[in-house]
């Protein structure tokens, strides 16, 4: 019992998300449409905490180095890849010099004044890659419109291809239909000959007339 407990505090404070199965087990068509599927979440207007760090919903995407508290390392105007180069140059010589004072002195408290160090490029470098997401963003987004744009000019130009085509048989189609005149000549009915025998035959009934019209439309069928 006291196993069962323990489990269960265990599943309430995990810090991990669960599977994504759990999540897609929840939107099947069946849920979806008694509308028993999960609403999304309300958007967040105040504050929020994101991998144990506190954000503000009306924070800037890319918040500067002195609104974090951090010392900044390189001027305000610079040539964000020449800096980047000079990071990682440091980068590589501090942890140099860190693996070098292990050697030496493992004790020594200048091995924890490196790990600063080396945490502190490691935060500038990041915030330099970070504030090229905008630029990334906009070129990502350029490239997607010229490959939807290609897109459509090609289903364009085959829509154009494939109406050409269609004009073309029936322009052939047009030309292989036969003379009107000779087709409406082939198709009238002779309605006088049969009125002047419906009046003058008596014994004229439904039947007859039946019989004679059939006639006449094969006439007709034979003759087209």
Same mark, same amino acid.
């Given at each position: 019992?006291?196993?069962?407990?323990?489990?269960?505090?265990?599943?309430?404070?995990?810090?991990?998300?669960?599977?994504?199965?759990?999540?897609?087990?929840?939107?099947?068509?069946?849920?979806?449409?008694?509308?028993?599927?999960?609403?999304?979440?309300?958007?967040?207007?105040?504050?929020?905490?994101?991998?144990?760090?506190?954000?503000?919903?009306?924070?800037?995407?890319?918040?500067?180095?002195?609104?974090?508290?951090?010392?900044?390392?390189?001027?305000?105007?610079?040539? &964000? #890849?020449? +800096?980047?180069?000079?990071?990682?140059?440091? /980068?590589?010589?501090?942890?140099?010099? %860190? @693996?070098?004072?292990?050697?030496?002195?493992?004790?020594?408290? &200048? #091995?924890? +004044?490196?790990?600063?160090?080396?945490?502190? /490029?490691?935060?500038?470098?990041?915030? %330099? @890659?970070?504030?090229?997401?905008?630029?990334?963003?906009?070129?990502?987004?350029?490239?997607?419109?010229?490959?939807?744009?290609?897109?459509?000019?090609?289903?364009?130009?085959?829509?154009?291809?494939?109406?050409?085509?269609?004009?073309?048989?029936?322009?052939?189609?047009?030309?292989?239909?036969?003379?009107?005149?000779?087709?409406?000549?082939?198709?009238?009915?002779?309605?006088?000959?049969?009125?002047?025998?419906?009046?003058?035959?008596?014994?004229?009934?439904?039947?007859?007339?039946?019989?004679?019209?059939?006639?006449?439309?094969?006439?007709?069928?034979?003759?087209?």
């Amino acid at each position: 019992m006291s196993n069962q407990s323990q489990n269960n505090e265990t599943s309430q404070v995990c810090s991990l998300p669960l599977p994504p199965a759990q999540y897609i087990n929840n939107y099947t068509d069946e849920n979806i449409k008694r509308g028993r599927a999960p609403k999304p979440p309300p958007p967040i207007n105040d504050s929020y905490s994101m991998f144990g760090n506190t954000f503000n919903a009306d924070d800037t995407i890319i918040r500067p180095l002195e609104a974090q508290g951090i010392k900044r390392l390189y001027p305000q105007h610079f040539d &964000r #890849r020449r +800096e980047l180069r000079k990071l990682n140059h440091s /980068l590589l010589v501090n942890f140099l010099d %860190l @693996l070098d004072l292990l050697v030496r002195c493992p004790e020594s408290p &200048r #091995r924890a +004044e490196k790990v600063e160090d080396l945490s502190l /490029l490691f935060i500038h470098i990041h915030h %330099l @890659l970070n504030e090229f997401r905008p630029h990334q963003a906009r070129e990502t987004l350029r490239v997607m419109m010229d490959l939807q744009r290609r897109q459509r000019i090609e289903i364009s130009q085959r829509f154009q291809k494939h109406l050409d085509k269609v004009m073309e048989m029936l322009q052939q189609a047009l030309h292989t239909l036969p003379d009107t005149s000779d087709l409406d000549s082939k198709l009238i009915v002779p309605m006088e000959a049969f009125e002047s025998m419906e009046t003058s035959d008596p014994n004229f009934n439904e039947m007859d007339t039946n019989a004679i019209l059939d006639k006449m439309m094969c006439d007709i069928v034979d003759q087209i």
